[in-house]
């Protein structure tokens, strides 16, 4: 179950905090290959990984978060 719930905060390039997320969605609106997805509840919202696969580590969604809320992961290393 953990492994599902972490697949949703993360890629192979980003992470996402969901406490500082704000729920304003610019993210998703420049992510070009539709890589986040929302938790819209009434009392509930941020973003999630919803295609993490197709994340291509652009990091557009990093640059138009105001708030901190998606993270750069270190590159990943090759074996």
Not at 3 to 12: A, C, D, E, F, K
Not at 32 to 38: E, M, R, S, Y
Not at 61 to 67: D, L, Q, R, S, T
Request: aromatic residues 6%.
């Amino acid at each position: 179950m953990r492994q599902v719930i972490q697949n949703r905060q993360r890629t192979g390039y980003v992470k996402i905090d969901s406490h500082r997320c704000k729920a304003c969605w610019k993210c998703m609106d420049v992510c070009p290959a539709n890589v986040l997805g929302k938790v819209d509840i009434l009392w509930h919202k941020h973003v999630k990984i919803t295609n993490g696969g197709n994340c291509t580590g652009c990091l557009k969604c990093v640059k138009a978060c105001g708030f901190d809320a998606i993270l750069k992961l270190p590159k990943k290393h090759m074996a």
